[in-house]
């Protein structure tokens, strides 16, 4: 079993910032690849960024593109995603997933076995 827990969502006004962080109980992490997701109200949920297990190899959705950065800090079991520039539509909560079997970075929910609780992020226009 694998625990994730997201923190750093907020409010915060368009063109603002924030910075999540998954922390996950194993310390298994460094070989599992890592991915943020996000749902919004009566959305599906749908891809963000992913990030592999030694952190060569990112993916991100193209409406997030040069504003998100995901990184990973394996000593710490802690996946990161910077958010800059954030619009209305980034509104969502925000979940990570651990991706356990072969720690390659993937944009299909499906291939994520472990799940966080999520954080709520709000964007004020």
């Known amino acids: 079993q694998v625990q994730l827990v997201e923190s750093g969502g907020g409010l915060v006004q368009s063109g603002g910032s924030l910075r999540l962080a998954c922390v996950a109980s194993?310390?298994?992490?460094?070989?599992?690849?890592m991915g943020w997701f996000r749902q919004a109200p009566g959305q599906e949920r749908e891809f963000v960024a992913a990030?592999?297990?030694?952190?060569?190899?990112?993916y991100y959705t193209e409406s997030v593109k040069g504003r998100f950065t995901i990184s990973r800090d394996n000593a710490k079991n802690t996946v990161y995603q910077q958010m800059n520039s954030l619009k209305a539509e980034d509104t969502a909560v925000y979940h990570c997933?651990?991706?356990?079997?072969?720690?390659?970075?993937?944009?299909?929910?499906?291939?994520?076995?472990?799940w966080g609780q999520g954080t709520q992020v709000t964007v004020s226009s």
């Open positions: 990030i592999s297990r030694i952190a060569i190899i990112t």
């Open positions: 997933a651990a991706e356990c079997s072969k720690g390659v970075a993937s944009r299909d929910d499906d291939d994520y076995d472990y």
């Open positions: 194993r310390r298994a992490f460094s070989r599992f690849a």
